[in-house]
């Protein structure tokens, strides 16, 4: 998930990077810079395959203080930037501080008299805590992950870790969100189709999914980088155009980024 850095070291604060989905994007990293750990262990994943568990809290660094201190720093340097993008090698929303971190990174917004969108890049797991849902709805956009509509693919391509349940139970920890904006990547494997996401099943599920959740904006990608394992390719841009046609036929608002 993350925009700047793949398959190992990611420092706290990186960039700005020229993000295809959001502008000149400062990231911030709020795991180990040097360990991947997620709850979920997408195949595709940019950063590797890592480790596949919960994290624990004394994994996750930084402090807020010194978060806001190295924010703060980029905007006393007059760095210029369009948005802030939780993303990195572990899940941002695993946080212990992230509710006040996200407070504090508005405020801070306002006081510098900014305009810099303040988003974040989420597998989504962490919204049975209510203080996560009150964190994510605070921000300007958060972008939960849905690639798998059904079982069968969730379980074998995401890989979330027991806890997370399946899609349904993904589902309605995305409904617990006042504003929906969700990040689809696609994906084929010419040489095990059974590795693929894009097959007309998911397809015709995540469109019904789409409908259910009625998003302000879906994001539909594909892979652009190093998978964690070999033989995913992308899926045509004109594959992902004639899709898109049918997330605006339902009414819905999506951009591709082939
Ligand atoms: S949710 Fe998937 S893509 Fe994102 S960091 Fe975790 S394993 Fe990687």
């Not at 802030?84 to 405020?107: D, M, Q, R």
């Not at 069968?152 to 904006?181: A, D, Y």
Request: include cysteine; aromatic fraction near 8%; charge should be positive.
């Amino acid at each position: 998930m993350n925009p700047g850095f793949s398959q190992g070291y990611c420092p706290t604060i990186y960039g700005p990077v020229q993000s295809r989905r959001h502008g000149r994007s400062l990231g911030i990293n709020l795991g180990v810079a040097g360990q991947k750990i997620c709850s979920w262990g997408c195949i595709y994943c940019q950063c590797g395959m890592g480790e596949r568990r919960a994290i624990r809290s004394d994994e996750l660094v930084p402090s807020e203080r010194d978060l806001l201190e190295l924010v703060r720093d980029k905007m006393n340097e007059g760095v210029d930037f369009d948005s802030i993008t939780f993303a990195g090698n572990s899940e941002p929303t695993a946080h212990p501080e992230f509710y006040s971190i996200v407070k504090s990174l508005l405020l801070l917004r306002k006081q510098f008299s900014q305009s810099w969108v303040l988003n974040c890049l989420s597998n989504g797991s962490e919204l049975d805590r209510n203080e996560v849902v009150r964190a994510c709805d605070l921000l300007d956009e958060t972008w939960i992950k849905l690639d798998c509509a059904l079982d069968e693919l969730f379980l074998r391509h995401n890989r979330p870790i027991p806890k997370v349940g399946g899609v349904s139970n993904h589902v309605g920890r995305i409904e617990k969100l006042h504003r929906v904006f969700i990040q689809t990547l696609v994906w084929r494997c010419p040489s095990n189709p059974q590795v693929s996401n894009w097959t007309e099943k998911n397809q015709n599920a995540l469109l019904s999914l789409y409908c259910r959740l009625r998003p302000e904006k879906i994001h539909l990608t594909t892979t652009a980088r190093a998978p964690a394992i070999p033989g995913i390719l992308p899926v045509k841009a004109n594959e992902l155009v004639e899709f898109s046609r049918k997330i605006t036929g339902l009414g819905l608002e999506v951009e591709v980024f082939p």
